[in-house]
Structures are given as C-alpha cells and as structure tokens.
Nanobody
C-alpha cells in the first residue's frame, strides 16, 4: 500500500519557521522525485517544491524561493521541507506526493506525478501563519 504521511505543521507567527516531514512507503523511494504541494482555502492545490529522486536537484516556485528548503533522507524514505520567514499567505494544508518540475516563462512549475500510473496523495498537514 502506497502511503505518503506528512507531518510537522502547526500555528506560527509571521516570520517564524516550521519543518515538515513526509515519510514514504509502498514504492521504491529512489525511483521518484518527491515534492510538496499546498492548498489554501478556496484555492487550487499548487506545487511548492520538488526534489529529484537522488536528491541532487531541487526546484522551487518563485513565491517560496529563498525561504523554503527541500531535502531528502533516502535511508529513511523521508523528504523534508524547512520553511523560514513564513508569511500569512503560506497558510494552507501541505501535502507531499511524487512530482515533476518544468521550467516555463522564467519560473519553475511543480506538478504532481503518477506512481505506477496512479495518483497518490498523502494526508496533509495544516500550516497556519498568523500576522
């Protein structure tokens, strides 16, 4: 059974930091890029960051570049998202999933990727940033 379990969310003041974790099971971790997506109330889910399957390449959308850092620990089947300088507009439910990144019009676009031709999303973790 494929599982992507995100954790680490919480309530933080603007300017604060949080570290999210995503533990992956049910497929070969090193075969897929894994990334973070978020969905704010009333908005579509958007890709935030993606790390390649070997951890050698990282991608960020412009709105989080310089503030968020994605990393992975292959031995633990875990991907992390370190978030600094959080803003109220970062408030959302954050999900982890397989991802792919494309460069278009001067910016990286993070998209969800299928695993074995199926779409998997873990249960998200809520991040709330107060002003």
């Amino acid at each position: 059974e494929v599982q992507l379990q995100a954790s680490g969310g919480g309530l933080v003041q603007a300017g604060g930091s949080l570290r999210l974790s995503c533990v992956v099971s049910g497929f070969t971790f090193s075969d897929y890029a894994i990334g973070w997506f978020r969905q704010a109330p009333g908005k579509e889910r958007e890709g935030v960051s993606c790390i390649s399957n070997n951890g050698g390449h990282t991608y960020y959308v412009n709105s989080v570049k310089g503030r968020f850092t994605i990393s992975s620990a292959n031995a633990k089947n875990t991907v992390y998202l370190q978030m600094h300088s959080l803003k109220p507009e970062d408030t959302a439910v954050y999900y982890c999933a397989a991802c792919t990144a494309g460069f278009q019009q001067g910016a990286w676009n993070i998209r969800h990727e299928l695993v074995g031709q199926r779409a998997y999303w873990g249960k998200g973790t809520q991040v709330t940033v107060s002003s």
